[in-house]
Every structure is written in C-alpha cells, then in structure tokens.
C-alpha cells in the first residue's frame, strides 16, 4: 500500500493530505471550509497538488459526503489531479479527537470501533460527531479501502492514575469517565519521537529519557514523556485545562464558573463561550488570539497585551518545573506548533531562570527556525538539557500509523 489519504474533519471543515509512503511525500493537501447543513452554498475547496497549479472549487457543501466527493473528483482531476484512479489510494487515516479509555492506539475502523467512537462523542461534543461524520463520508466514497483512527488522546493514556484523577468524588469518574485525557497526542508522540532519537544519539537511552513537549499554537499543551511514553499533559477532561492558549482561559479556580453564572447571569452555554472563545491571549490582550499580533501590541507599549504574553510564558514554565519534578529531572525540552516553531521571544521567556535544571538556551541558535531539519538544538554549549525546535506533523504520524496498521492487518497468519 502506497498511497495514505489523511483526512482531519471539522465540524464545518475538512483538511486532508495525500502522502507517497515510498518517500512520506505530499502530492497534494487541501481544505474544504463552509461545510453546513444549511446548504454550505458558500464553502470552497483549495486544493493544493504538490506539482501543479492551486485548483479552487466553489460548490455548495450541505455536508461531509458532498466534501468528501469534491476532493475526490479534485485529487483525479486531469490537470490538477495527482493520481489517475482512486484505486490507487491504499488505506485513509481520520484524526480523531476523543478515544476516551477505549484507545490506547490507533485501530483499523471496524463497525465496533465506530460505535465505540459513538460512544466518546458524549465526551467531545463538537469533535467527535464530525470526525464520525468524515469517516461515514469517506467509507461511502472509498468502500474498499481500509480506514484507520488516530486519537489525539490515545498517547496520554500511558498516564499513571495519580495524573489523571480528579480531586472530586470517585463516582464521578466511574459513573460520567470525568477524568483528564488530555489533547494533541499525535503531536506529542511525533515530536517526542524525533526528540528520543536526537537524545540516542547523545547516548542517553530510551528508557531513561525524560522529556518535555510543548505544542504552544493556538491550542497549547505540554505533556511529560518518559522513556517514550506520556505520564502526564497539561489538558484534561477537555482542552480547556492548563495552559494559556489563543481563546482559552487553561487552568481556572473552578468556583469562578457558578460565580459568573450567579452574579453575572451566566447561561452554561455562555460560560462555555467565554473560557473557550473568549479568554486565553485573546481575553487578556484584548487586542488578538494570534501572537504576532499581540507581541506587536506590546511593542508599541500595550500593557494588556504585556500581561498576556507574561502569563503565557509564565505558564509554560510553570509547568516545566513541574514535569521534571515528575520525571525526577529533564534531558530534553521541545517547543512545537506555530509559537513554539517560530517565536523565538517566547522560547527565551518559557525557560527564563530554569538554569537550576540545566535549562538554557543560547539566543544566536535561538533565532533559528528549522526548514527541513527534523530538530534544531537551541541549547546553549554548557547547558545540561537540550532545548529542541522540532516542527510538528500530525498528518505525517497520522499516515505513518495507518500504513503500519494496515500492513499488519495484512500479514498473512503463520
Ligand atoms: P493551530 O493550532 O490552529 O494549528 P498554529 O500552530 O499555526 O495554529 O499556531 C497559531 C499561533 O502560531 C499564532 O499565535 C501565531 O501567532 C503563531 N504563528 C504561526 N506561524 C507563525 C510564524 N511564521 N511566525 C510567528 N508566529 C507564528
């Protein structure tokens, strides 16, 4: 099996990326926007090949099916097409948020793996029903082709209870599965990965490394990984836990939901969208929930916009301090996703003061951003931890994981 179609579906949206396994080559990517029962009379397709012209399809989308055939009929087109026939596809990856307890890796898509799915959606609302939505879409047009779910929360489920219980009462987990998940596993696992070999390299071995990651976009989270596997991450039971992120509040004293409810009249739907929408960078600046926009806001002298980036890069290290308390110390510390990649102010103010930890980053390598390389070490020469910019690619581990599970389905048994 040669060819990999990833396909990540948001409730309104559908990304994909079709991969060449010989080489992990793109030969096209794209994103069908606007999808909407309401008849998505203005969603589009971009649809980018890898060797010829962008082809941009304006067509109602009414839903995922419709998107699904308009990418289809985009990757055989004869001028912008990549491939002659779909029977050149060999298997589709789906991301897929929410796997609750029940994935611990990724799974061939089987009528019981769906329910399953199902079942999750209860946990993840607004991202399992699209997911299930885009693998149904899928399954219709590629019949033949096996399907595969990635979950974004299957590599934190290595956690030990002590980090992903709750203070509340017990029952709570039992009864509801109120507990933390956490978010951006794929993310986690890829960059960890490269993160494990750059660390064999310099002779520390697998099982004792302990590493922090840190996917700081516009979602952000850390997770704790030792010897490859994660004990812990700063989502939970949503990703609204933990860090600052673009409109996200992260960690909350939870007694501040009922009093927004009680004194300021709050409907929960409300509360939902003021942690989720409206707080975060976005919320404290006042001004963006994209970075670059607020580091230019407190450039110019924007006070709000200094406290947001303080309190973003506070949380970061923060957190820092606390997983190498976990892992009882730190060989590795990765920034990823597009602040962790491209911001090099931020970098230096996340691991500010962490010399104790033998963290420290020297600001020439720190301006760095890696093209083509998998890892680029910011650390500086006396430092005793690696300070890594590794870009990350959920597509890619997404493709990777599909086409291992489908050519172990494929083994013939002895
Ligand atoms: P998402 O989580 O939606 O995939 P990204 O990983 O692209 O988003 O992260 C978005 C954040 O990354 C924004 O705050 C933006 O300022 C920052 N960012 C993205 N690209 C760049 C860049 N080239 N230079 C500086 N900042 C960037």
């Given amino acids: 099996m040669v060819l990999v179609l990833v396909v990540n579906c948001g409730s309104s949206s559908l990304k994909y990326q079709l991969f060449d396994m010989r080489d992990e080559t793109i030969l096209a990517k794209g994103l069908a926007e606007r999808v909407s029962v309401a008849g998505g009379r203005d969603a589009v397709l971009t649809h980018q090949p890898a060797a010829t012209p962008e082809l941009r399809v304006e067509a109602?989308?009414?839903?995922?099916?419709?998107?699904?055939?308009?990418?289809?009929?985009?990757?055989?087109?004869?001028?912008?097409?990549?491939?002659?026939?779909?029977?050149?596809?060999?298997?589709?990856?789906?991301?897929v948020v929410h796997g609750g307890e029940a994935f611990a890796r990724s799974v061939l898509i089987t009528p019981e793996v769906l329910q399953a799915i199902e079942r999750c959606a209860e946990l993840a609302p607004l991202h399992n029903p699209a997911n299930l939505m885009g693998i149904r879409a899928a399954q219709r047009?590629?019949?033949?082709?096996?399907?595969?779910?990635?979950?974004d929360t299957a590599f934190h489920q290595t956690m030990p209870r002590r980090a992903w219980l709750y203070g509340l009462p017990y029952e709570l987990y039992e009864k509801?599965?109120?507990?933390?998940?956490?978010?951006?596993?794929?993310?986690?696992?890829?960059?960890?990965?490269?993160?494990?070999?750059?660390?064999?390299?310099r002779?520390?071995?697998?099982?004792?490394?302990?590493?922090?990651?840190?996917?700081?976009?516009?979602?952000?989270?850390?997770?704790?990984?030792?010897?490859?596997?994660?004990?812990?991450?700063?989502?939970?039971?949503?990703?609204?836990?933990?860090?600052?992120?673009?409109?996200?509040?992260?960690?909350?004293?939870?007694?501040?939901?009922?009093?927004?409810?009680?004194?300021?009249?709050?409907?929960?739907d409300e509360v939902e969208e003021y942690t989720n929408r409206k707080a975060g960078l976005l919320g404290v600046s006042g001004v963006s929930s994209d970075m670059r926009d607020i580091s230019a806001a407190a450039a110019a002298g924007n006070d709000r916009a200094v406290a947001a980036i303080e309190l973003f890069c506070y949380r970061v290290r923060k957190y820092i301090g606390a997983y190498a308390a976990a892992m009882g110390g730190v060989h590795a510390v990765v920034f990823t996703a597009g602040i962790g990649e491209n911001n090099p102010e931020v970098r230096r103010?996340?691991?500010?003061?962490?010399?104790?930890?033998?963290?420290?980053?020297?600001?020439?390598?720190?301006?760095?951003?890696?093209?083509?390389?998998?890892?680029v070490d910011i650390s500086a020469p006396d430092a005793t931890a690696h300070v890594l910019v590794i870009p990350t690619n959920e597509e890619l581990l997404i493709a990777r994981d599909t086409a291992a599970i489908v050519s172990q389905s494929h083994t013939p048994c002895a």
């Avoid at 047009?141 to 979950?151: E, K, R, T």
């Avoid at 812990?232 to 909350?252: A, I, Q």
């Fill in 60 to 95: 109602p989308m009414a839903d995922h099916s419709v998107a699904v055939a308009l990418v289809l009929d985009a990757l055989t087109h004869p001028v912008h097409g990549v491939v002659e026939s779909l029977a050149q596809i060999g298997a589709v990856g789906h991301r």
């Fill in 176 to 201: 509801y599965g109120i507990r933390r998940y956490g978010f951006h596993g794929t993310s986690h696992l890829y960059v960890s990965q490269i993160a494990g070999e750059f660390l064999e390299s």
């Fill in 203 to 268: 002779g520390i071995p697998r099982q004792e490394q302990k590493i922090i990651t840190c996917h700081l976009g516009n979602g952000c989270s850390m997770a704790a990984v030792l010897a490859g596997q994660s004990i812990d991450t700063s989502m939970g039971f949503t990703p609204l836990e933990g860090l600052l992120m673009g409109t996200r509040c992260g960690d909350l004293d939870p007694a501040i939901i009922p009093f927004l409810m009680e004194r300021l009249g709050m409907t929960t």
């Fill in 141 to 151: 047009h590629l019949p033949h082709v096996p399907h595969v779910a990635v979950f």
């Fill in 349 to 375: 103010r996340c691991v500010e003061g962490l010399e104790f930890l033998g963290i420290k980053i020297d600001p020439e390598r720190n301006q760095a951003t890696p093209k083509g390389e998998p890892a």
